[in-house]
């Protein structure tokens, strides 16, 4: 979400979440006196088991500790369940000669948070070289797991339509969901894109299974474009990931090497006002230089246009802006082709980005996403 989208009770509960333990007590307060727990926006549920340590951590007494200490202790069992089932992919993957790549919730768990119950997951997200996706799939269909949308997956690969594939099983009686990248970010799917993430993360074992995580500045940069694009629900806890990220790792940001890939992965308007409201709102430790050099930097029009797409609820109102949206990030995959070519593929690239099984099913879809976004309420294709 951008940074616009913010409210000031949710700046309190983040602030909260955020400055020292002895700094905690005046925020936590004053959010309480501005919401009711009982009807609370679901991105502000996901910070309240990180709150809840916050808390502890202050050594605060409250009515309202026992209802977070029942909140933390919910999502830490079921990041258990998603983390156990990542021990037991990351074995087989390994057998296979597959190398993984942890992203998001498990990746930052892993590195910054150590603690499985205050970063909340719906899912897990890892990554594997383009080369061993059929393997993958293959394996991911053995044990159980099936592909939310049917489609033909070679061709996915082949094509580079969208960044990821999302698998989903049932495990007694709850659905885990597993989603499957070959490029980090959905704006990057071109050729090669995913090379030098690779090629600069970092090797670690989760319980002796060897694994890989993105290296700090990629970590950093991956946070903040994908959590700053608008939201109908708002992921409040990129903020919260940005701020551990930088606070444990502050010396290891390369800042040039930041920008220069916010650029080319289009998303440089996108990061200079991530890390402007992270440093501005909660005294991120963000150098001055690179934060000049951000000022100073003048985007195009089509950037400029694109960042209001990505960042405005009014800009994805609209059908035409909606495709137009779709459009930037489908055209990237075909740098290099001509504009028959990425319309001929571009029918093709909506209906698995909508997560859609038939045409059939495109007019409700709109309708359904269009009405999502006047109303604000979180729609979702699952």
């Not at 009982?38 to 088991?49: A, C, I, M, V, Y």
């Not at 977070?68 to 998603?82: E, S, T």
């Not at 033909?152 to 099983?169: G, S, Y």
Request: positive net charge; aromatic residues 8%; proline residues 5%.
């Amino acid at each position: 979400m951008s940074a616009s989208q913010i409210s000031t009770a949710q700046l309190s509960l983040l602030k909260a979440c955020l400055v020292p333990a002895e700094e905690v007590e005046p925020h936590w307060r004053d959010w309480r006196g501005r919401i009711d727990l009982e009807h609370l926006d679901e991105g502000s549920n996901r910070l309240l088991p990180l709150l809840y340590r916050r808390l502890e951590a202050a050594g605060l007494h409250d009515p309202e500790m026992a209802r977070l200490r029942g909140i933390y202790r919910y999502h830490w069992c079921r990041n258990q369940l998603l983390l156990a089932e990542l021990r037991r992919l990351l074995a087989a993957l390994h057998d296979l000669g597959v190398e993984v790549l942890l992203l998001k919730g498990a990746a930052l768990i892993h590195r910054y948070y150590h603690d499985p119950g205050i970063r909340p997951m719906s899912d897990l997200d890892i990554m594997v070289r383009p080369a061993d996706m059929k393997a993958v799939f293959k394996l991911l269909r053995e044990r159980g797991w099936q592909a939310r949308v049917q489609a033909d997956l070679d061709q996915m690969q082949t094509r580079r339509l969208i960044h990821a594939v999302d698998f989903r099983r049932d495990w007694n009686g709850r659905g885990l969901e597993i989603d499957v990248h070959w490029t980090p970010l959905h704006r990057s799917t071109w050729p090669g894109a995913e090379e030098a993430f690779w090629a600069r993360s970092l090797a670690t074992s989760v319980d002796g299974l060897p694994c890989r995580v993105l290296e700090p500045t990629d970590q950093l940069l991956h946070t903040c474009l994908h959590g700053g694009a608008w939201n109908a629900m708002p992921p409040l806890r990129w903020v919260t990931d940005a701020c551990c990220i930088l606070r444990g790792d502050a010396e290891a940001i390369d800042w040039e090497r930041l920008i220069e890939d916010a650029h080319r992965h289009h998303g440089f308007l996108m990061l200079r006002a991530a890390l402007g409201y992270l440093h501005e709102a909660f005294a991120a430790p963000v150098p001055e230089a690179p934060m000049r050099q951000l000022a100073m930097n003048r985007p195009s029009r089509a950037e400029r246009l694109e960042h209001q797409l990505q960042t405005h609820q009014i800009a994805a109102a609209r059908l035409d802006q909606l495709l137009l949206l779709e459009w930037f990030n489908h055209s990237r995959a075909y740098q290099r082709a001509g504009m028959l070519a990425r319309l001929a593929d571009f029918p093709a690239y909506l209906k698995l980005s909508w997560k859609l099984d038939h045409w059939h099913q495109v007019p409700g879809f709109v309708i359904r996403r269009l009405a999502a976004r006047l109303t604000g309420k979180a729609y979702s294709s699952r």
